[in-house]
């Protein structure tokens, strides 16, 4: 089985993360995720999230660190490989340019939204890392 290589960066600014949530219409919309996309052929990971940072938010990571990594199949024969970054310092200010909605969410409120399915455990694993 061929898994996509999909990187996903976890934005953290104090005790709140950036989430997104995708536009109604477009593939899972509604549902929130962590800012992110494929890897494209050639690429690091590293170099992905700062391309996808870019196209999706304007926003430049400057400190991400690999943190989790997961393998996902969906119904519609989709299969990806995540690798969740989490990133403590960035560049700019998070701009929607995909039609998404941006928010700033503490672990309980994240509790109380829909997440991808592969976003679920990654989401309760965040809420124990930041309270340490």
């Known amino acids: 089985m061929h898994y996509t290589p999909v990187v996903a960066g976890i934005v953290i600014r104090g005790n709140r993360f950036l989430a997104a949530r995708r536009p109604a219409g477009s593939s899972f919309g509604g549902l929130w995720e962590f800012p992110g996309g494929k890897v494209e052929p050639g690429e690091t990971l590293e170099q992905a999230l700062v391309r996808e940072f870019d196209e999706e938010l304007r926003i430049k990571p400057l400190k991400a660190k ?56 990654i989401v309760g694993r965040l809420a124990r890392l930041m309270h340490r």
């Open 66 to 121: 690999l943190w989790q990594e997961c393998r996902k199949s969906y119904p519609q024969g989709l299969h990806v490989w995540l690798y969740f970054f989490i990133v403590t310092q960035f560049k700019g200010d998070p701009d929607p340019l995909e039609g998404q909605t941006l928010a700033w969410l503490t672990p309980e409120e994240a509790a109380g939204k829909t997440f991808l399915p592969a976003d679920v455990e």
